[in-house]
């Protein structure tokens, strides 16, 4: 499979930076007046069949071997694996808080590398890791007035954890199956896994049908978050570092807490605030030496 040349690289990243810093709000929205895991159920029972169309119009080869396989488990556990916790989190956390936590997402795989893969980590990412948890304590330390809570710190720790062993999961496979038919591949284990949800959440089964609001909401994330996204994230994951595609996470957490504060009249204390620029700065510091390598990199070029 050829790389992806560098302007589709730029685009893609944008794209998925964009529609990652608005599905948190979409996913608060969604589950207004569904439960929550009702709301994520039905993300994948929607997406499934629209995955499968699109595969059909583009005439996509979904291979069935059991690589193939190992690699759509492997993926789902950056959707439902990850999405479960965070459906769960939003009755703790704002859309801006849960964006922030995915911000995490570089340390995260960065600790996997080294504690799973060996990889050596420079002193500047150990300092920068240690910066972004004193940010963490920072808005722990907020209180649940400012829409943060320790139960759902935790649950998207957990989340974010996910979603960072999957890349590597999924780069370990190495199935060499096209971003469309992994994705859609995921989608389908996932929907899988969403079924054995259902005995644990039937006694929620929505009674009427959901607000216009919630409804869109839930469209969005079906359409953007789990289908366009999610092609998106598996091409990058074909022609990037781990770390690097984690680092679109790291441009959409003060993106999102702005659009959940305009849409969502999201009030967040002086104390997360600082926080979330202490975290946001141990991000910086821990990717300091690849953006100078970058850089450097760059110059050289032209």
Known sequence: MAPLSKTNI?????????IWSTTPLAIVWSVDDLHALWALVLRFFIALPLAIGLMLILRQHFPMSKTAWHSYLAGAFSLIGSQFFTYVATAYLSSGMIALMFGLAPIMAGLIGWLVFGQ????LQWLGMLIAVMGLGLICFAGEQASVNPVGIG?????VLSYAASIFWVKKVNAHVAPVAQATGSI???TLLAICILP???????????????????LYTVIMASLIAMFCYFKLVKNVQATTLSLTTVMTPMLAIFLGAWLNQEKLSLMVFVGALVLLLGLA???????KASR????KIH
């Open 10 to 18: 730029v685009l893609t990243y944008a794209l998925l930076v964009f």
């Open 285 to 291: 510091v821990y990717f300091y030496r690849d953006f």
């Open 200 to 218: 644990f959440i039937w006694q929620y089964l929505p009674t009427q049908l959901p607000s216009l609001k919630s409804f869109s909401a839930l």
């Open 188 to 190: 389908f284990v996932s």
């Open 296 to 299: 450097n990199l760059e110059r």
């Open 155 to 159: 649950l998207m720790l957990l989340s």
């Open 120 to 123: 050596k980590l420079h002193y």
